[in-house]
C-alpha cells in the first residue's frame, strides 16, 4: 500500500495536478498579468484628466472582453489566455471604483461635501 494520495480515476494526485489541462494554467496568468499591466496603465493615465475615464476607458474595456471571450470559445491554451484576460478586465473597474469610493470618503470625512 503507498502513501501517495490518489485521485478519483486511479493517477496520482501530483501527476494530475503536473498536467496543464485544467481550466487555468501559466497561459492564463501571464495573460491576465499582462491585461492588468496595460489597462491598468490606461486607466490611471486616463484618471490623470477624468474626462478620459468616461470617454476611453469603457469602449477599451469592451474591445478588450470581447475578444477575451471570443478567445474562451476555443478550447485548450487560447481558452485559458482569453479567461485570463477576462479576470484582467476586472482591474480597471474595481480600482475606478475603489478610487471614487475612497475620494468620497475622505469628501464626507473632511465636509467638502456638506454644503
Known sequence: MSSGSFSTDGQPAAKQWADTGGRYGPAGYAAAVVTILLLGVATGYCALYLPLLVIVLPPLLITVALIAYGLTRVHGTTARIGRGM??????????????????????????????
Do not use: R
Open 86 to 115: 477576462l479576470v484582467g478586465c476586472l482591474a480597471p473597474l474595481l480600482s475606478v471604483l475603489i478610487f471614487f469610493l475612497g475620494w468620497a470618503a475622505v469628501g464626507l470625512a473632511t465636509g467638502t461635501f456638506a454644503h
